[in-house]
């Protein structure tokens, strides 16, 4: 199974006051990159965590939320008793400066309330080294079915992807065998067309100048050999090959299939640089588009 590098997975575990809810998102990278998300009452359990990630993501950026409430815990919160009397106060100098008479309801501890300032919560602490084995239990429960969906998603879209490249592969090979059949043909009309123009060039210097037949042929071949393509196709369906295999098995796939594309597209630039030929020259436009489109979507894969 090939998985994709982006995913989503969520889950939510209740176990009576308490409650988890995970959720996981994966994007593209070269390498795996953490990002755990935690309240700072369980900041502590970050360093627990990370090894059931690692365990099941290889690559790519992941992000954690991990969101946790304890209906059961008592909120804790602070009044500001000097800013509710600054608050008080200020009202007073308006009421006063505005030569009104303060309404009944000025001295009710409501409206200050309300204000911005006096009511303050008290910061979370890091309680992580007396949470609960229950609760550090929960979150981990709760973390791994998350990631379970986020595999099946990457997955699912890993899947997907593999049937977009083998349909790419399938065109290539379409193009690769239109060199093929072509390729045979390049080195003999060359041959025989450089000929011809070495005889017409002889004739119109001096028709007198006699070149040992056998040597031009010797020569006409070293040169006709650099036009050969063979060997780069050879190469190149061996690199198909392995690249089928690849996306037929399962694992980090994208490192090595990304590699190959290289190796494809280095092969196709030198067909095109030693065949000098319009058929080929066309081919390999369209082996290039596929090659490239091929690469885009490896990036995708972990």
């Given amino acids: 199974m090939i998985l994709s590098m982006t995913g989503f997975g969520s889950a939510t575990l209740e176990e009576g006051p308490r409650r988890v809810a995970v959720e996981v998102r994966t994007l593209n990278h070269r390498y795996l990159k953490l990002n755990l998300k935690l309240p ?15 365990k099941q993501v290889r690559r790519g950026a992941l992000t954690a939320m991990i969101r946790y409430r304890d209906d059961s815990a008592q909120p804790s919160f602070q009044i500001d008793v000097a800013a509710a009397r600054a608050y008080r106060d200020q009202i007073s100098k ?15 501890v409501e409206p200050l309330l309300a204000l911005p300032g006096v009511v303050r919560a008290d910061e979370e602490e890091d309680l992580s080294p007396g949470i609960p084995d229950e609760t550090r239990s929960l979150v981990r429960r709760a973390l791994g079915e998350a990631l379970e969906a986020l595999v099946a998603s990457r997955a699912e879209e890993g899947g997907n992807t593999v049937s977009v490249l083998l349909a790419h592969a399938k065109n290539l090979e379409g193009h ?23 005889q017409t060039l002889i004739s119109e210097i001096d028709p007198k100048i006699e070149i040992a037949e056998a040597d031009l042929v ?22 198909l090959e392995r690249y089928r295999s690849i996306l037929g098995g399962s694992g ?16 196709t630039n030198t067909i095109g640089s030693k065949a000098n030929d319009p058929t080929v020259a066309h081919a390999v436009v369209d082996m290039k ?3 490239e489109r ?9």
């Avoid at 900041?43 to 690692?54: D, I, K």
């Avoid at 690769?176 to 070495?198: K, L």
């Avoid at 091929?294 to 972990?302: A, D, G, H, P």
């Fill in 40 to 54: 700072r009452t369980l900041a502590g359990l970050e360093s627990e965590l990370e090894p059931v990630v690692r």
């Fill in 94 to 108: 308006l009421w006063e400066a505005l030569g009104l008479k303060e309404p009944g309801w000025h001295d009710r």
């Fill in 176 to 198: 690769i065998a239109i060199v093929a059949a072509r390729a045979p043909e390049i080195p003999r009309e060359q041959r025989d067309r450089i000929h011809q123009r070495v």
């Fill in 218 to 239: 010797r020569e006409l071949c070293v040169l006709v050999d650099k036009t050969d393509v063979a060997e780069e196709l050879n190469r190149l369906q061996s690199h």
């Fill in 252 to 267: 980090e796939a994208g490192r090595k299939l990304d590699f190959l594309i290289q190796e494809m597209l280095r092969e």
């Fill in 289 to 291: 588009c596929e090659v």
């Fill in 294 to 302: 091929m690469k885009e979507q490896v990036q995708n894969l972990e």
